[in-house]
């Protein structure tokens, strides 16, 4: 049976294009997990905390409406949530002497700050005009809960959106490289032994006064051409033999026809003389 022989065009290196589609798929996964995450897995989580705080801070003005009666009907309803929250962060503000307004007060800072976090500080997120019927409304809803929501940190979803916009862009440009490999065009006439790269260059063994292999540990090689070359006399021409099946091979050859192998070259080096070699 007949060998196969090597294509003219050198296709595309199998292991380099999985290596690429690994790290697109990866990238393009972790674009929709940022965006899915920032859009609706931890908005709706941060809603349920929100939600959550919101029946405890209720809760403590029910309480604090012991120590001051009608404080849960007058003050349970925020109209300026911005100004409020501002005025509760602020060391210098006294929260009350009475402990159950004190609470009332800590658990009103709790619930805007988780407000805050899913951008929902707003009037019309804080304004109720009957407190008792939000109260038995989340009463319902959080009373007899045995799982608790978990708060989210002020960067959640902020960082959600950050791997998105640098995993999105990050895999169109490993696309876009992907692209421009495809289109780089090696060819081989194996009767003369020539080289097409896609610069346009034809090289044969003729041509090469040197093949430096300074980087070959990273499959790149460097085609030192000779000053008598037509097109590209004296230049260096940079060859990623990863990325392109058979062209690592096809440069060896043309070293080893204009250069000889190194295995030649030790069988031909004359035997050390014996004096030396004792010395």
Request: glycine residues 4%; aromatic residues 10%.
């Amino acid at each position: 049976m007949a060998e196969d022989t090597a294509p003219t065009r050198a296709p595309l290196n199998t292991k380099w294009v999985v290596k690429m589609a690994v790290v697109i798929a990866a990238l393009l996964l972790f674009a929709v997990l940022g965006f899915y995450d920032a859009t609706v897995k931890y908005p709706a989580r941060g809603e349920r905390y929100a939600s959550y705080t919101q029946w405890q801070y209720l809760d403590a003005a029910r309480n604090a409406n012991n120590e001051d009666f009608g404080v849960f009907e007058r003050e349970s309803s925020v109209s300026d949530p911005i100004a409020e929250l501002k005025r509760l962060q602020d060391p210098q503000t006294q929260l009350s002497t009475r402990p159950l307004r004190s609470s009332m007060q800590m658990a009103r800072r709790t619930w805007l700050e988780a407000l805050q976090t899913i951008g929902r500080l707003k009037p019309e997120y804080t304004s109720f005009d009957s407190p008792a019927e939000k109260f038995d409304e989340l009463a319902k809803k959080w009373g007899s809960t045995t799982s608790l929501p978990k708060p989210l940190k002020s960067y959640d979803i902020p960082l959600q959106w950050l791997i998105l916009i640098v995993c999105l862009p990050l895999a169109l440009y490993v696309m876009l490289r992907f692209v421009r490999v495809k289109a780089l065009k090696y060819t081989w006439d194996e009767s003369n032994m020539e080289l097409t790269v896609p610069c346009g260059a034809s090289i044969t063994p003729a041509d090469l006064e040197e093949v430096d292999k300074r980087k070959w540990d990273k499959f790149i090689v460097f085609l030192k051409l000779k000053d008598e070359h037509p097109t590209h006399g004296g230049k260096e021409i940079k060859v990623d033999t990863y990325q392109h099946k058979y062209v690592e091979e096809w440069i060896l050859a043309m070293e080893k026809d204009a250069f000889g192998s190194q295995e030649e070259d030790d069988a031909s080096a004359p035997a050390p003389d014996d004096n030396e070699t004792s010395n």
